[in-house]
């Protein structure tokens, strides 16, 4: 039976006036691909931040892996981004001076941890960069440098990968490759994966897509195409205020 990788209940998040998420209610099963989507001001970077931990919403729960965030300390909830939880950005924010074997072996060091080179080789090898190991960034294209973030945000094996806009500074060639990876990763891992995208093209590589509208659930496409889910954002974006 799959259980929720991530589970939002009456997820409210105001900023002062603005209510940048209403009552949001959403599961993200174990081992599935979910993209979000709406227009600008949408809630959607909100939504990531709250379900990974890095916001806290103003009021509702939300659960990871089976632990309820709302209670956590701020320690507690370091230590279960840490272990637990791997992000993936538009920006690689990759550290110069550090060869690629070095940033992806980044997160266990932080952590304390003794860093198993195999391990990290291994990972490199998910992405296909085993014989760039000892690259720094400037030697590597924007699409290798995304693959070693992606390395680095699996070393801890976490259970949830979240994704924000990761292929929004690739060109099209390079994207699909780095999604093309995401996909396997869910498919033959059971990894999850929940990413926030602009790109229908993006979003079709998901099992789902939800779509947001003024911090609102406004709807679900399940196996998307490109097509529709282009088609159902420019119903959304006609979508009075």
Known sequence: MTHDAVRLDSVTRTYGPVTALDAVSLAFPAGTFTAVMGPSG???????QCAAGLD?????????????????????LTLLRR??????FQAFNLLPSLTAEQNVALPLRLAGKRVP??????????????DRARHRPAQLSGGQQQRVALARALITRPDVLFGDEPT??????TGHEVLGLLRAMVDREGQT????THDPVAAACADRV????????????AGPSADAVAARMTRLEAVPC
Do not use: C, N, Y
């Open 42 to 48: 949408s809630g959607k970077s909100t939504l990531l």
């Open 117 to 130: 080179r195999a391990r990290v080789r291994q990972a490199l090898q998910q992405v296909g960069l085993a």
């Open 83 to 88: 272990e637990r939880i791997g992000f993936v």
């Open 210 to 221: 939800v779509f947001l509208v003024d911090g609102r659930v406004h709807g679900e496409l």
């Open 168 to 173: 929004g500074a690739l060109d099209t060639r």
């Open 193 to 196: 994966v929940i990413m926030v």
């Open 56 to 76: 806290r919403p103003t009021s509702g729960s939300v659960t990871v892996g089976g632990t309820e965030l709302t209670g956590l300390s701020e320690r507690r």
